[in-house]
């Protein structure tokens, strides 16, 4: 299956820092791609869609000042956390959806461990 | 996207087939039904999709009643690596994959 690429896999930092996570197909360019947060027992929840070339589409409730999505190529989106706060602390994954085939799927990274202290 | 409801956990012994249902009584008829699992830490696997017909790959089978409103996902001989929360979604192609809460999988040996 198509690969996607999250990095980095665990970040630590200090209350009011920004932190940035990558997320990067490799083997397939993907237009759209998602980003997820998980707290410890629960379901991923969806936070935004973002496009490549333009605005990313957040869900509701989720702070988009908060948590910046840049999408600037076909195979790279990043977001940044901004002025973190130990509350943001939690487990962010990424997502691709490759459009290749009869029908789409969506292909996750290996997610990213944020610790705000 | 129509909405799935899941038992939270079941067991399976090592060897057997591990047979993990979804109910999705609302599901329209241009709705897939995927499947996902997440193993602990990790990114959600892919494990298979279908829209009507019954679905088998490498992984895993895919059994869709005929009346669409329930669907099994099977994994005819479970392993300990196969220890895993599994996701039932069901979504128009096109829209955004919604988790619920899934089926945490324990394969004892």
């Known amino acids: 299956g198509a690969v996607v690429s999250q990095h980095p896999s665990r970040v630590i930092c200090k209350s009011g820092t920004s932190v940035k996570i990558e997320c990067r197909s490799l083997d397939f360019q993907a237009t759209t791609m998602f980003w997820y947060r998980q707290f410890p027992k629960q379901s991923l929840m969806l936070m935004a869609t973002s496009n490549e070339g333009s605005k990313a589409t957040y869900e509701q409730g989720v702070e988009k000042d908060k948590f910046l999505i840049n999408h600037a190529s076909l195979t790279l989106s990043t977001l940044t956390v901004t002025s973190a706060h130990p509350e943001d602390s939690s487990f962010y994954i990424c997502s691709a959806r490759d459009l290749g085939g009869r029908n789409e799927k969506l292909f996750f990274g290996s997610g990213t461990q944020l610790s705000v202290l | ?109």
Request: charge should be negative.
């Open chain 2, 1 to 109: 996207d129509a909405k799935t409801t899941q038992p939270p956990s079941m067991d399976c012994a090592e060897g057997r087939a591990a047979n993990l249902p979804c109910n999705h009584s609302t599901i329209s008829g241009n709705e897939y039904v995927y499947w996902y699992r997440q193993i602990h830490s990790q990114g959600p696997q892919y494990i298979i999709h279908g829209l009507k017909n019954n679905e088998t790959n490498e992984m895993a089978s895919l059994i869709i009643t005929e009346d669409r409103k329930s669907s099994t996902l099977i994994l005819p001989h479970a392993t300990l690596r196969d220890t895993a929360v599994y996701y039932c979604i069901v979504r128009v192609e096109g829209n955004q994959f919604y988790f619920g809460t899934g089926t945490s999988l324990t394969v004892i040996p």
